[in-house]
């Protein structure tokens, strides 16, 4: 249950990042190596992977 939490705050933290730095999934792919469609999946709670929420921190500089 925990875990799910953290996730939930590090999507919204992720949402807000990407507004402010006008990023879209397209440019979070890019710069993480990882598919549109795994960002989305992450994104939308499809998938929880520390891998992806590790690198789209890093991209976004958002400290954890």
């Not at 598919?35 to 690198?55: G, L, Q, Y």
């Amino acid at each position: 249950m925990e875990v799910i939490r953290i996730y939930e705050l590090l999507r919204a933290e992720i949402a807000k990042q990407k507004n402010l730095q006008k990023k879209t999934n397209a440019d979070l792919a890019g710069l993480t190596g990882f598919s549109k469609k795994t960002i989305e999946a992450f994104m939308c709670a499809a998938r929880d992977s520390d891998s992806v929420a590790n690198a789209l921190a890093k991209a976004l500089k958002i400290e954890q």
